[in-house]
């Protein structure tokens, strides 16, 4: 009996008390559209925090900032965050909606996030130059203007570094390869408020 308390107590011991649980809340570029499984950034972030810090991707390709506000409680229940990694707002731009919806979305996204004692880490977008200066310029400061207003570890974009060589991108020209995904993984982790 002494033997399984003293094995208890040091497995107890041996845990990381700054363990996180991890919730990534995107779209295609989060769920690893076009990549073999496990070749995505979410999927390489898991390979590299665990087993010390829990990993959940709730990624979904196609998921507009919508779709990710209605999602996110349920989410939040269920799977009870330490940090939430908002990567939204990449197919609302491409779909030309209002930005005032994109905006205030994801500002509701951060209050439930916080209301759950959860951290969030946003993650910003561009959109093509083709979507012309003016919708581009204010669709990036969507991004800028939560981060600020809410003091928020922010990616201002998830494929920097690379966002201009086209040979880094799927034929479509917008899903990052493969060979990038480690780049982008980086990237995020970077702003990750872990101990």
């Not at 991890?22 to 779209?27: A, E, F, K, N, W």
């Not at 990993?55 to 229940?77: K, M, V």
């Not at 493969?178 to 872990?194: D, E, F, I, R, Y």
Request: proline share 7%; charged share 15%.
């Amino acid at each position: 009996m002494v033997y399984i308390v003293r094995v208890l107590c040091a497995a107890l011991l041996a845990l990381p008390a700054s363990a996180a649980t991890i919730l990534v809340m995107g779209d295609s570029l989060s769920a690893g559209y076009g990549l073999a499984p496990g070749q995505g950034w979410v999927s390489l972030l898991q390979q590299d925090l665990e087993p010390r810090h829990r990993i959940i991707n709730a990624s979904i390709s196609g998921e507009t900032s919508d779709g990710g506000l209605t999602r996110l409680p349920e989410a939040l229940r269920r799977h009870k965050p330490d940090i939430v990694i908002l990567e939204l707002g990449a197919n609302d731009g491409l779909r030309g909606l209002p930005l005032s919806r994109l905006q205030d979305n994801l500002q509701q996204m951060v209050n439930l996030s916080r209301r759950a004692a959860a951290r969030v880490v946003l993650v910003g977008m561009a959109l093509p130059s083709n979507y012309g200066p003016r919708y581009t310029a204010e669709f990036r400061a969507v991004y800028d203007s939560i981060a600020k207003r809410n003091q928020l570890p922010y990616v201002p974009l998830l494929v920097a570094g690379f966002a201009t060589d086209i040979s880094k991108f799927q034929p479509d020209g917008l899903h990052p390869v493969a060979s990038v995904q480690a780049t982008m993984m980086h990237t995020v982790k970077a702003k990750l408020p872990l101990k």
